[in-house]
């Protein structure tokens, strides 16, 4: 069995995530933040070691400044819905996920102006196209850090630092690249960074979140839900203090001390390290693809320029059928079609039909690579 | 524990009285999250219990990372 499916959801999880969820449920279980006794307090710690290990990981400064959710679209949201208002406008890229396209589009129909910048074939983006469509009423910016199909890397660092100069707000979506990719949210100049926990972070589903900058005014978000926070609790409004005002109810601790062990065993190998690895994956499945009559790869074709996802179609095969027989015959698992992402499938020409994904991960292997591209061949050899 | 022994510092929420908990561990402060004691009111449920004369050292060490906080009371 090969795992390509990395870019969805990564798996296997690094030794320590299971065993420290196992931990919270039988050892601690209580709810953090509300009570006082020892067990509550040691539920509250093990969120707040969760965001500890956050801010070292985005060299974040302030683990107070970290909300939780239950993953990247969580957050999105809650940076889209809660700063964005009538009259505003915002700009993105034509890579995005549905993740920001809809809350967008949703914004949009009740008033807030958008532009979405054009990416090349390959998914790049040209910052002077972002600066060009800065308008005196522009509040934010919001990009990808790395496209989920073809992996192209959005240049944050060159779109912050334009930021900063025109008084903009810069969201990023580091669905892709948090843990795979270096993101320093002070050398980026990244206000708000949303992050989700269960791809390269290495931890469970169901968590995820923003780190809001020092530039956000927290008293202008709006919360995306409230309720409990366990603070404050004498008064019927909602606190206006982070990280409480955005977090009511009862949160995923369990996950989130899966989360903290993912993040923690990331940081024990260094992202550099993990970044390296998928580098010389990556590259090698770029260039065996390329190498296979009949097949067409998307996107950069140089590993640096992308992650350790890449896009892909088989001449005279639909991806479902590919997917289906990658599966079924080989033991392949990835995933095809258009993954949620619609606006980048139209930016590379693979719209609607869509490509097949592989999405590599930091425990495949190069013989695993080896295995589909063989894989990947005799298909292309039968459809031909 | 004798009367007049301790003082609380109180805290916009568990994630800051977290916060400031090991913040003073690192200075080397002995400290100890407790309930907010009846008399006094707060955000939040939990604060954190120093011995009075660390009180000084304490606030520094928090105004050193910047953390607010929402009082300081002997207890």
Redesign the interface.
């Known amino acids: 069995m090969i795992y390509f499916d990395n870019a969805a959801t990564s798996w296997p999880k690094p030794p320590g995530v299971a065993e420290a969820m196992t931990h919270f449920l039988a050892e601690i279980g209580a709810n953090p933040g509300r009570a006082a006794h020892r067990r509550a307090v040691e539920s509250g710690r093990a969120l707040y070691e969760a965001r500890e290990a956050v801010c070292e990981l985005f060299n974040a400064p302030d683990p107070l400044r970290v909300v939780f959710g239950l993953n990247v679209t969580d957050a999105l949201n809650l940076a889209l819905r809660g700063l964005l208002r009538p009259g505003d406008h915002v700009i993105t890229s034509s890579m995005e996920h549905n993740s920001v396209m809809r809350p967008l589009r949703a914004l949009e129909s009740g008033g807030v102006e958008v532009t979405v910048v054009r990416c090349s074939l390959e998914g790049l983006l040209d910052p002077a196209d972002v600066e060009a469509a800065v308008r005196p009423h522009t509040k934010m910016v919001v990009l990808n850090h790395a496209s989920n199909v073809v992996g192209t890397l959005l240049p944050v660092g060159d779109v912050g630092a334009l930021c900063r100069a025109r008084g903009l707000l810069l969201l990023v979506d580091a669905a892709q690249t948090g843990g795979a990719y270096p993101i320093d949210v002070q050398a980026d100049q990244i206000d708000l960074l949303a992050f989700t926990g269960h791809k390269s972070l290495c931890g469970p589903m169901g968590t995820g979140g923003l780190i809001v900058g020092e530039r956000v005014n927290e008293k202008e978000i709006e919360p995306l839900r409230r309720g409990g926070t366990g603070s404050r609790s004498e008064y019927e409004q909602q606190p206006d203090f982070l990280p409480d005002m955005c977090e009511s109810g009862t949160p995923n601790v369990v996950g989130l001390a899966g989360l903290e062990a993912g993040v923690r065993w990331v940081l024990k190998q260094g992202v550099e390290a993990v970044r390296a690895h998928e580098v010389a994956l990556t590259q090698r499945l770029i260039d065996g693809l390329r190498a296979i009559p009949g097949l067409t790869v998307y996107g950069t074709l140089d590993a640096e320029r992308q992650t350790a996802t890449v896009s892909f179609n088989i001449a005279g095969m639909s991806p479902s059928e590919a997917g289906l027989r990658l599966d079924d015959e080989y033991g392949i698992m990835c995933r095809v079609g258009l993954h949620c992402a619609p606006a980048a499938h139209k930016t590379i020409g693979t719209f609607p039909g869509g490509t097949v994904r592989f999405g590599l991960g930091v425990f495949n292997t190069m013989d695993e690579v080896e295995m589909a591209l063989a894989a990947v061949a005799e298909l292309a050899e039968e459809a031909r | 524990m004798n009367a007049g022994e301790y003082a609380v510092i109180l805290l916009?929420?568990?994630?800051?009285?977290?916060?400031a908990e090991?913040v003073l561990n690192g200075a080397g402060i002995v400290s100890k999250?407790?309930?907010?004691p009846r008399h006094l009111?707060s955000?939040?449920?939990?604060c954190v219990r120093i011995r009075r004369g660390d009180r000084q050292a304490a606030l520094q060490a928090l105004e050193a990372i910047?953390?607010e906080i929402e009082g300081v009371h002997d207890i």
């Not at chain 2, 916009?12 to 916060?19: G, L, V, W």
């Not at chain 2, 955000?43 to 939990?46: L, T």
């Open positions: 916009y929420s568990t994630s800051h009285a977290i916060r090991k999250m407790i309930p907010v009111s955000n939040c449920g939990i910047g953390l």
